[in-house]
């Protein structure tokens, strides 16, 4: 006897786990660093440098990463910008044991700078990360067996995502942009912050295409002491090597955007007026293809008693992958800048999920989008300042196919982004949020391992009715009645003239033992 099988390669991700932990520290301002008057923007991040499991915790360490823009203390205004790390590690409880290799999917850090004295800053940051496991898992599916013995066979069609490959990746990102005519020519760099946004991936032949922008903000100081800002979308586009990919198959990312570097250079008339913008994309990438199996679901003999043994097997099979942009509008009212606010230089946004729900109609999605803006105000020795907020959205990403068991993956970001002034205390919020679902339901498969053969109790056959009345009930097949009563689909179907093996409840059989010589 011989047993026909399939190896198929699935990818199963465990459940998000989602920490939140603070990260407290005073910092003392570098020598070569000018006092601090007043702290105007302060921005931070997280860098994970390494994760162990440890009995039932997660153990994170690694760094948060700041910088700071504040006014010195000098005589007249100027602007400086500050930049320091400071160390974390984080004990996460585990609820159970993680399937497969961990990783970060999504971090962010609120931070919170204040003024101790002149060279001293207290840093306090609400952190949050979101980590989630990952790992490939074999399975072996009989889909036949091959003997001697004249086995009646049933089959199923099952439609499965296997997976094709599962990699990580860099694209590096390299732009030059040129400042308009009207900007001073750049003198030193205060702040900068580049964002991704707008990305789009498509998989062809060996490759992943990319294509996207990067929006940069860079605020300075010409050579003459003024103080000046651009912002600006730099688009690219590029590939990442997927060997064997076709454009037919599917594929979900987590990109995550890093090492980003900004530099001066001098354009061709030897002025300072480019840019340099450089960053990795990085990539986590699966890539999946729809596979349809006819599956041994049971089988029988009419010489002996056949026992199959089973196992349970789970695999997933695709529901929808889908792309969808939700708009967010509200209009806020400001009385504490009111009068102050002279003009809005910069503006950015983050995307916190508060929850997610699986529905009829897709996945429900709640969350918070965290706001600020740098503005100019009516205040000679202050000139700028900040205002941080938070907008709540709530958004149905539509699917048609939905189950209540299905499992997503789900990606964000903000894609568009406009802050504007209505008059002196009013401001107009408008966003573009971009959302990413890869929705997957379980399969769950009664697999065939092996199969044991008893000879048949003659003496018990013999005893058994050579003709049977029966009465279908709710559920029933021909398939299993057969089997019952030692005979065939065939031998039912002849017997009772029926055209095909459809029956329903209340439907009157003769069924005949398969030795009998009537057949």
């Not at 948060?64 to 203390?73: A, D, I, R, W």
């Not at 030059?176 to 205060?190: A, D, H, M, R, Y």
């Not at 530099?263 to 990539?283: C, K, P, S, Y």
């Not at 009772?496 to 409840?505: Q, T, V």
Request: charged residues 30%; hydrophobic residues 35%; negative net charge.
């Amino acid at each position: 006897m011989e047993y026909v099988t399939k190896q198929m390669q699935t990818y199963k991700t465990g459940n998000i786990i989602t920490d939140q932990f603070y990260i407290d520290d005073d910092y003392n301002v570098p020598d070569a660093k000018n006092d601090v008057k007043k702290v105007i923007l302060g921005e931070g991040t997280l860098t994970v440098e390494d994760m162990k499991v440890v009995e039932n915790y997660i153990r994170v360490s690694g760094k948060l990463n700041f910088k700071v823009l504040y006014v010195t203390e000098e005589g007249e205004t100027r602007l400086s910008c500050l930049e320091g790390r400071i160390p974390f590690e984080e004990m996460i409880y585990l609820e159970q044991e993680p399937a497969g290799n961990l990783f970060v999917q999504s971090s962010s850090a609120d931070i919170t700078v204040t003024t101790i004295h002149s060279r001293k800053l207290s840093i306090k940051t609400l952190a949050e990360l979101s980590i989630c496991s990952e790992g490939k898992q074999e399975s072996e599916l009989t889909v036949d067996i091959e003997c001697e013995t004249l086995l009646y066979k049933r089959f199923e069609s099952k439609e499965f995502l296997k997976v094709f490959t599962t990699k990580k990746d860099t694209y590096r990102i390299k732009e030059e942009v040129s400042i308009s005519g009207t900007k001073e020519n750049i003198g030193t760099l205060l702040w900068t912050e580049v964002t991704g946004r707008k990305l789009d991936t498509r998989l062809e032949a060996d490759e992943l295409r990319l294509q996207g922008e990067l929006q940069l903000f860079c605020f300075y100081e010409s050579l003459d002491g003024k103080t000046d800002w651009i912002e600006q979308a730099v688009p690219y586009e590029g590939r990442i090597e997927c060997y064997g990919a076709q454009d037919h198959m599917y594929h979900q990312i987590y990109p995550e955007l890093t090492d980003v570097n900004i530099d001066v250079r001098m354009d061709e008339d030897g002025e300072m007026r480019l840019i340099g913008v450089e960053a990795t994309l990085e990539v986590r990438l699966t890539v999946y293809e729809e596979e349809r199996l006819e599956i041994l679901a049971d089988a029988y003999s009419l010489d002996q008693i056949c026992t199959p043994k089973i196992t349970e097997e789970e695999m997933e099979r695709l529901l929808l992958q889908n792309h969808s942009k939700c708009k967010v509008s509200e209009q806020l009212s400001l009385p504490e800048i009111k009068d102050d606010i002279l003009q809005i230089c910069h503006n950015s946004a983050r995307i916190q999920i508060e929850h997610t729900e699986s529905t009829e109609g897709g996945i429900q999605i709640e969350g918070v989008l965290h706001l600020s803006f740098l503005y100019v105000k009516a205040d000679d020795e202050i000139p700028f300042d900040t205002w941080q907020g938070m907008v709540p959205f709530a958004y149905l990403l539509e699917s048609n196919g939905t189950a209540d068991d299905m499992r997503y993956g789900l990606t964000y970001a903000v894609e568009q982004l406009s802050v504007g002034l209505l008059g002196t205390d009013e401001i107009e919020v408008k966003a573009v949020l971009a959302f990413n679902s890869f929705l997957k339901a379980p399969v769950r498969i009664r697999n065939i391992k092996e199969i044991e053969f008893v000879p048949f109790d003659m003496e018990e056959i013999e005893k058994r009715p050579g003709i049977t009345g029966y009465i279908v009930r709710d559920g029933d097949i021909l398939w299993d009645l057969a089997k019952k009563y030692n005979t065939t689909v065939e031998g039912i179907m002849e017997v009772n003239d029926l055209e095909s093996g459809d029956i329903k409840a209340g439907d009157r059989l003769l069924i005949f033992k398969e030795n009998m010589s009537i057949l």
